[in-house]
Structures are given as C-alpha cells and as structure tokens.
C-alpha cells in the first residue's frame, strides 16, 4: 500500500500519510490544515494540558482512518475511550471532562454528547439490589454520552460488606456490554486513586486512557489568570501581574496538600474584579482604561 496516499472526503478534510521520503514542506503545510487541529482550537482558552490533547488527536486521528477503511472495505474496530483522570484539585479534570463530551459530539465520536456527573450517592443504594438497580439506569441514561464519575475511591469506601462493591461490579460489566456507546471517566485525587486502582485488580486495564493532570507551574497559573481576565476583557497591570507571581511562587513553595490549583486563581481574580469596581465607583472613576486594568490594590493577596 503507498503510505503516502492522500485520503480526501467530501467535506474538505485532508488526511497525509506520509512516510520518510514525503516532501517536508507538503508535509508542513498539511500539517497546518491538519483537521486535528481542531482539537487545540477547542481547547484555545485552556493552558497547557499538552498530553491530554495529543491523546484527543490520537483519538480522533484513529477515528477518521477508521472510517477511510471502513470505505475501503477495510476492517474497522470502534474505540473504547473509557477514561481515568487523576489530578490534584482544581487541575481541570471536570472541565476537560465535560469539554470531551461536546467536542466527541462535534465529531461524530458520540452520537448524544450528554455529561452526567455522579457521586457516589447516585450509585449507591441503601437496600440490597437497589445499587445494581441505581448503576444501571445511570449507565442507561448515560448512553451516548458521559458518565463522570467524581472521587471514585467513594465507592471502594465502606470495605467488603458495603454496597459500594455491587456499583463497582455493575459498572465494570456495563462498561464492557456498552463499550462503544458511552465513555465511563472515574476521576480522582492520585494518591486515592492508585490506592483504589491497587485495591481492585482487573479495573486500570479496562481503562485504555489513564491520564495525569499535573500541577500547574508558576507560569500556568498567570496564563491562566490572564486568560480569565482577557476574556472578560480586562487586563492586569505590570505592578498586579508582578504581585500575582510573587504571591503564587509563596504559596507553591508552601505545598499545600489541598491547593487549589486553576480553581485558587480564579477566585482570587473574581474577587480582583469586584474590588476593582468598589474601588472604581467609590473614585467615581469611570474612563475606558480604568475599566479595563486590575490594579495593584485590587489584589487581596499578600
Ligand atoms: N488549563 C486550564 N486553563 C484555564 N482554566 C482552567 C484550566 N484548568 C482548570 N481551569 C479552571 O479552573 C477551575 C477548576 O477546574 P476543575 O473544576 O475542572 O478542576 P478539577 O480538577 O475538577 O478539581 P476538583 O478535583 O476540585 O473537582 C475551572 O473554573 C476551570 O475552568
Ligand atoms: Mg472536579
């Protein structure tokens, strides 16, 4: 087969397989309008998260040959995409989880694109039966979409006896029946979640996408701030975006167990924001550019 054939579809997407000898600029410029490209534009507000995109594309990329070989009369097996996400708090585990939802709904992965999160509770029942009762209309309403289930380890917690161990049965033989029709993400703290990985032998392999979502770095965190505040078109000043930073190496170096990560600086930022306006209307200072910057002293942070 020459592995250098360019797929096309009606719609304009062009696939390169392209091997050594291909020309690097007709490489480059393919490159450019790649069709996984969509996958960073989805993502363009978010910082960082490289190793997730890249699997996106992976995934998307398998999905478009899948459907070139089906037209070739080629064999083509459909994705599990079950996934487990493990992250400190606030790294952006439930946001890039409901995001995959919509974007896999964008591109034909799945055919409702729905997001349902539970805990805990909307699995487990109080009543022999109830919980294999309760996981299976979950699962049910789940098809074709998301199931995001949150703190996972919760449901490993009550031991042996609790009911907790009928929700993980009944989720592991309902992610195998209807593999290809819903996407199951457990997601969790990591320490928590290797601890209950370990405790239940057989889960990890049936998840063919274990992700890590790290800290963010110094750096990510002003991004990420930045971001929040361009998008509402505001901007912080030099002597805010200094102060921010400074604060932030602080409280990295204090390694908080339970630091919140994206989460602590967008409260941090939504609170910039209301003391600008207090500050703003108690000055009666109302011209484009006073709207615009977050001062200094709009920053409650030490
Ligand atoms: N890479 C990122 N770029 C921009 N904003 C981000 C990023 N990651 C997270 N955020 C923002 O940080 C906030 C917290 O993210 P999210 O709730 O997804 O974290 P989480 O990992 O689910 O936390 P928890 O473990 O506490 O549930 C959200 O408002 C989200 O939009
Ligand atoms: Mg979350």
């Known amino acids: 087969m020459n592995t250098n054939r360019i797929l096309k579809e009606k719609n304009q997407i062009n696939i390169v397989l392209h091997d050594a000898k291909a020309s690097n600029l007709k490489s480059v410029k393919k490159l450019e309008n790649s069709p996984l490209n969509v996958i960073d534009h989805y993502f363009q507000s978010f910082v960082g998260l490289h190793t997730i995109k890249k699997r996106l594309k992976e ?19 459909k994705q599990v995409l079950h996934m487990i996400f493990k992250g400190n708090p606030g790294t952006g585990k439930t946001t890039v989880a409901r995001k995959i939802a919509s974007l896999f709904y964008d591109l034909n992965i799945l055919t409702k694109g729905h997001f349902i ?29 998301v199931l995001f289930i949150d703190e996972a380890y919760s449901l490993a917690r009550g ?31 990591p320490n928590e979640m290797d601890y209950f990985l370990e405790m239940n032998p057989g889960l990890a392999s049936r998840f063919p996408f274990i992700h890590t979502f790290d800290d963010y770095t110094i750096e990510e965190l002003v991004s ?20 921010l930073k400074h604060h932030l190496r602080k409280q990295l170096l204090r390694k908080e167990p339970h630091f919140a990560n994206a989460r602590y600086v967008r409260n941090i930022v939504e609170k910039a924001i209301r003391a600008q306006s207090v500050r703003l209307v108690n000055a009666g200072k109302f011209a484009y550019n006073d709207l615009i910057y977050i001062d200094v002293d709009d920053l409650d942070i030490d």
């Open 59 to 77: 995934i998307y990329a398998v999905k478009l040959i899948n459907d070139e070989r089906q037209k070739n009369g080629l064999p083509a097996e």
């Open 117 to 145: 999160e539970a805990e805990r509770a909307d699995l487990v029942g109080e009543y022999i039966g109830q919980t294999a009762l309760k996981t299976r209309n979950l699962i049910q309403r789940a098809l074709g979409g």
């Open 159 to 189: 031991g042996e006896k609790d009911f907790g161990r009928e929700a993980i049965d009944t989720l592991v033989k309902h992610m195998e029946d209807y593999k290809n029709d819903f996407i199951l993400i457990l997601a969790g703290y």
């Open 224 to 243: 990420i701030a930045e971001n929040f505040l361009h998008d509402r078109q505001y901007r912080l000043t030099n002597e805010a975006k200094w102060k």
